[in-house]
Nanobody, 115 residues
């Protein structure tokens, strides 16, 4: 099992910044990709950003140029720097880790962007 704990969510005005963090513990060896997802009320969970173990990154179009994913394999942590936040970024953000074809999820952290 892999345990993931997110932190860093909160309330921010449009145009502001937040930094989310995710700490992994447990059976963390061989974790492959790590990613951030988000889910807004009444909507499906969507991929925000993903980083492979080797450092290849993927971003959903709406956050490109505003969000930056980073990962420290030695510390088993991942972060999401979110700049120029918009009200449509409001959602619960989830940390995700993939290991041996299985998905592990954190409990989520709320990000609310006011207009």
């Amino acid at each position: 099992q892999v345990q993931l704990v997110e932190s860093g969510g909160g309330l921010v005005q449009a145009g502001g910044s937040l930094r989310l963090s995710c700490a992994a513990s447990g059976s963390i060896s061989s974790i492959n990709a790590m990613a951030w997802y988000r889910q807004a009320p009444g909507q499906q969970r969507e991929l925000v950003a993903r980083m492979s173990r080797g450092g290849t990154t993927t971003y959903t179009d709406s956050v490109k140029g505003r969000f930056t994913i980073s990962r420290d394999n030695a510390k088993n942590t991942m972060a999401l720097q979110m700049n120029s936040l918009r009200p449509e970024d409001t959602a619960v953000y989830y940390c995700n880790a993939q290991r041996w074809g299985l998905d592990f999820w954190g409990q989520g952290t709320q990000v609310t962007v006011s207009s």
